[in-house]
């Protein structure tokens, strides 16, 4: 089964922030959740969660498998975690409308070209209730301000393998946000040189 152990690492701050920031029973749509970790643990520690994990059509089958082994007991009082569904940022049909109430996605925005990190922002707007909340996880850079050391490697290294890659710029983020209606809420920092900027939709 598909593992990852930077989900092993930062799946306990992150369920933290989670507990922090989201409402009772919340319905939660997760964009690009890979191994499906992050899901079953949130789910096993959040009672009322209403967890909707998602992927490309390539990553879809290994999210399923652990999707379809550990989401079905175990978790947290009422809590649910949905048959994963086909979600891919750029493709506009696979946006849901007006559903949920969060948006969840960790260590994306750098894997996507950023013409995606935009896309994915404008479907948030779409696919979540007036009110909900964008959560996006990761290394971020900013703007005229040099990268933690670390950070600075992980950029170079991503770029090297695909220039499309590469750590997104936290105001670029938060101007897109802004375009589709959002507003800042927060900028968590979080282990590790990552962050979690939290935006709030109208
Ligand atoms: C580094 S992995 C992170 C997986 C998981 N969220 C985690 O924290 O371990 C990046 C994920 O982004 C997904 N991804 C990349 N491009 C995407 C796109 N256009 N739409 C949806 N997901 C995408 C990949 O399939 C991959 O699962």
Redesign the pocket.
Known sequence: MLF?P??ER?QQPIRELLRQWLPPGARVL??????G??AIFFAKALAGLDWQP???R??LND?AERIALEGRSGLAVAARVAEPFE?????AE?WPSNDFDALF????C????AG?VA??IAGAAKGLKPGGLLLL??PFRDEGIPMAASNAAFDAHLRSLDPGMGLRDAQEIGRWAQEQGFTAMADQPMPAQNRCLIFRLA
């Open positions: 990852s930077a989900c930062n997760e964009i690009g959740s890979g191994s970790q992050h998602s992927e490309r390539e990553a999210l979600l891919d940022v750029d493709q696979h996605s960790a260590n994306t750098h894997i996507m070209a995606s896309n994915l996880y990761g």
